[in-house]
Structures are given as C-alpha cells and as structure tokens.
C-alpha cells in the first residue's frame, strides 16, 4: 500500500517541521487521536514519552491529532515544552502522511495511524492500551 502525495502536502509538513525549527527525520511523529477513548494515552504519559526521547536521543517531538484533541495537545505540550516542539493539526490524511514520511519514527495507538505508516514506509511503534497485542 501506498499513499500518493502532491505537493502542497510536502509544503504543510515542511512549515511545521520549519515552524519548530526541526529537520526532517530529526524528530519524532506522536499522533494523540483515537476515535476510542480508551486507547488513547494521557498527557502525563504523552510527555514523560517525549522527555525520554529528548533526553536519551535527543529527538524532539512533534505532537499530532485532530481538532477535537486540541486540549490534549495543548495539556501535554504545557508538561513538556522543552521537548514537545510543535503541535499539529493536519487538515487531511495526505497531509498527517507527510509529516509521518518526515519523521524519524510515528508513535500510535492501534489504529489506522499505523496503516498510514507503513504506507509511507515509516517505522512505527504502536501503543496498545486495552487491545490486546497477540491479536495484531
């Protein structure tokens, strides 16, 4: 499976990437959205991940989900702010895929974040809460 992006998808990830003062993959990719509450992590979780990454291997985050996660970016992002770089809204899939081929690696709960990145050939790590891993 691939996804086929134009341009304009490449320009939305290279402004957040920009806007954050990051390179492409010199960062990682955390999508906070889940249509179901119970897999989605909370912010405390959201940015202990993000200090460890920043402090073990120096690789900042860039924090992702819809516009109805809007205040679970912003919480997570007040308890990390040296770490977490950037917030981010894609607009459409194509463009939340950019920013996955930009990144170093995603990290996901189970769900179809995952799917986009294996189409943009991104390693991913997904974050299972209540699904049980076996079945994936």
Request: hydrophobic share 45%.
């Amino acid at each position: 499976m691939t996804l086929r992006l134009a341009p304009q998808h490449d320009a939305y990830a290279d402004e957040i990437i920009g806007q954050a003062h990051l390179e492409a993959k010199r960062f990682v990719l955390f999508n906070a959205s889940s249509e179901r509450p119970e897999s989605r992590w909370t912010p405390e979780a959201i940015a202990q991940t993000a200090l460890g990454l920043e402090k073990l291997f120096d690789l900042p985050m860039i924090l992702c989900g819809v516009q109805s996660d809007r205040k679970l970016l912003r919480a997570t992002h007040q308890l990390a702010p040296s770490a977490i770089c950037a917030l981010a809204e894609p607009p459409g899939i194509l463009d939340f895929a950019a920013l996955v081929r930009h990144s170093r690696f995603l990290m996901c709960g189970d769900g179809s974040p995952m799917h986009i990145a294996a189409a943009m050939k991104t390693p991913v790590f997904v974050l299972f809460s209540t699904t049980d891993p076996r079945i994936w």
